[in-house]
């Protein structure tokens, strides 16, 4: 997709749905309606504008059709890829080459999940594999404990720099009012909490919620008609390497190496321009591998650079201003939320957390057990 050209597309509308434990008998289409009627209501457009659909949620087997009736539209263009929770980045970066394309002008993308109503098992019910399924492993805990344990026995990374970003997410949390956890947490919490896979506590692992988000997207020159202020796409990366954890190559190394560069290639940017940057927080080893795989830090230094405070309010580098999926919200499939907190972030809406001036922001998805990544960069006008 690193055809598309930089900063064709904008974002012009963005929210979340409800989050956290949602009225009873809500379902995940009324999540995602409400967060489109949302998100448009956030750039004065309607529904009657929009012709190109973006949807995916682990509970409806063909979003796209369900949303689409559900809100009486007929997109000319849709979407439904599924690829677990970095689909949404996948959206914006084939939403970005049909709006080039001109198969659509007013592209959205939607999400909308109640595990926390429904139960997780119910809402992502597990698939057997057989070079798996018959050794009982926790997941996706357990598979995200294998990549934990071979990056401590190759880098010497503790379970202390673990906790670090559990640490920090509550407390870039407690700043933020729609976070789901009202409570401070330290490293002690974090080590001595109820053991899940080891090395993972319970504290390592995200969180349990109902939410969704959309985005609304068009072209730059269509954005200069509203009265919004646009955030430019400015690059974008996707890449697939495998669907069970048995099957990775090397349990440290993501496809974030891969698509990372493409977005930053795309963006004509490096990791020390951005402002902001969003990682993918199903649990602790996540971001730590992101960090490496995407070029801030080297292969290996993730749980150093992670130490003394430094991702947390007031440290030295800005990551997971909302709280991440370990303490803000997590319905499932987080990259939707997490580009909406990068779009916020640039639009100077992020209240208490706002990280002062920021102009690039990148956010990071993942999706299975490692399996997808997806990388997107935005900027503001000034980036253009």
Not at 33 to 42: I, P, Y
């Amino acid at each position: 997709m690193t055809r598309a050209k930089r900063g064709s597309v904008a974002v012009v509308g963005a929210a979340e749905s409800d989050l956290g434990r949602v009225a009873d008998h809500m379902t995940p289409i009324d999540l995602m309606a409400q967060a489109v009627q949302c998100a448009l209501a956030d750039c004065g457009l309607r529904l009657q504008d929009v012709d190109g659909f973006f949807a995916a949620t682990s509970q409806v087997r063909m979003a796209p059709l369900a949303l689409a009736e559900y809100l009486g539209i007929r997109p000319a263009y849709f979407d439904g890829t599924n690829i677990g929770g970095s689909s949404f980045m996948s959206h914006l970066a084939h939403a970005h080459a049909a709006i080039e394309a001109g198969l659509c002008s007013v592209a959205v993308i939607a999400y909308g999940s109640t595990q926390r109503s429904v139960s997780r098992a119910a809402a992502s019910p597990r698939e057997y594999n057989a070079w798996e399924t018959p050794y009982r492993p926790i997941l996706p805990t357990s598979a995200y404990a294998l990549s934990a344990a071979r990056h401590m026995h190759l880098y010497g990374t503790t379970r202390e720099q673990l906790a670090e970003v559990a640490v920090a997410a509550r407390q870039w949390a407690l700043m933020n009012p729609k976070a789901w956890e009202k409570e401070p947490l330290t490293i002690d919490d974090v080590l001595s909490a109820r053991m899940i896979s080891d090395p993972l506590t319970v504290r390592d692992c995200c969180l349990v919620t109902d939410g969704g988000g959309a985005l609304v997207l068009v072209s730059a020159e269509k954005a200069q008609d509203l009265n919004v202020a646009p955030i430019y796409v400015l690059g974008h990366g996707e890449t697939l390497s495998h669907a069970s954890i048995s099957s990775m190559e090397d349990l440290t190394v993501t496809g974030a190496a891969l698509s990372g560069p493409q977005a930053f290639a795309m963006a004509g940017a490096t990791p020390a321009d951005m402002d902001v940057t969003i990682l993918y927080d199903a649990f602790t080893i996540t971001p730590i591998l992101f960090l490496e795989d995407l070029g801030y830090c080297p292969k290996g230094e993730g749980g150093r650079f992670v130490t003394g405070g430094a991702i947390a309010p007031g440290g030295t580098f800005a990551l997971n201003t909302n709280g991440g999926g370990l303490s803000y919200c997590h319905p499932g499939m987080y990259g939707m939320l997490g580009m909406i907190e990068a779009v916020q972030q640039l639009r100077g809406r992020s209240g208490a957390r706002q990280v002062s001036g920021a102009k690039m922001a990148l956010a990071h998805g993942n999706g299975g057990v490692l399996s997808s990544q997806c990388t997107v960069i935005f900027g503001t006008a000034d980036t253009v």
